[in-house]
């Protein structure tokens, strides 16, 4: 079983629609990242978390450090979203970031 | 500021040779990763550095793969001899410096070796 489970592997939605991205995780962790892979194939850091929320325009991440789950949203999505986004957390005591698969989102006009 | 710089971006090389890619880290990050990103495995920490120390190597697939950091400013990645399963989008990516800095890693645009 992989450390880093994310879901769905791939999305598909219309523009405007509510997106959510799930992300779990099974060890002992310091922060979560959101990452995002245009498909050109540049990667980018949405976010870290170590608890709580964030936002940041239409884009929203949360954290459950005690259900070991994090959540990345996207409202009124737009085409340009399309995108994988990548979860990965930091292990407690290490510098080493571990990934998950990828969620592959593409988003219709 | 001109961020991470990888090179070259695409790398097509025949079985046997030596590959070298190259890193340039975003001035004043103290901190240098190298990942592998895979269809069938996706992104991997292969090595990092802290102050050009290698701290984490364990990534490493074997001994054909080797990496070094002579200065703050220049890191690479070597594989000799290259096999036709090491043909993947290798990513560089560097982080500020303690606490203040926090935990974000910024990404080279990444080198996509193809091995024949």
């Known amino acids: 079983k992989n450390e880093v489970e994310q879901s769905p592997q791939n999305l598909t939605a219309q523009e405007g629609e509510f997106i959510t991205i799930n992300c779990s995780y099974s060890?002992?962790?310091?922060?979560l990242h959101w990452l995002q892979q245009h498909p050109g194939g540049g990667i980018v850091s949405l976010f870290m978390?170590?608890?709580g929320k964030k936002k940041h325009g239409r884009l929203i991440a949360t954290i459950n450090i005690q259900e070991k789950h994090s959540s990345l949203h996207i409202t009124a999505s737009h085409p340009r979203d399309s995108a994988v986004y990548i979860c990965?957390?930091?292990?407690?005591?290490?510098?080493?970031?571990?990934f998950g698969t990828g969620t592959r989102l593409q988003v219709f006009p | 500021d001109a961020g991470v710089i990888q090179s070259p971006r695409h790398e097509v090389t025949e079985m046997g040779q030596e590959v070298t890619l190259r890193c340039k880290p975003i001035s004043g990050h103290d901190y240098l990763f190298w990942y592998r990103q895979t269809m069938m495995r996706g992104l991997e920490l292969l090595i990092y550095?802290?102050?050009?120390?290698?701290?984490?190597d364990s990534g490493m697939p074997e001994d054909r793969f080797s990496a070094k950091m002579p200065n703050a400013s220049f890191s690479t990645l070597k594989i000799q001899p290259s096999e036709p399963r090491d043909s993947a989008v290798y990513f560089c990516?560097?982080?500020?410096?303690?606490?203040?800095?926090?935990?974000?890693?910024?990404f080279g645009p990444g080198t996509r070796l193809t091995v024949l």
């Open positions: 990516a560097s982080r500020a410096p303690g606490l203040a800095g926090g935990d974000t890693q910024y």
């Open positions: 990965a957390v930091r292990s407690s005591g290490t510098d080493k970031l571990i």
């Open positions: 060890v002992g962790i310091s922060a």
């Open positions: 978390l170590s608890s």
């Open positions: 550095f802290n102050n050009n120390v290698p701290i984490d």
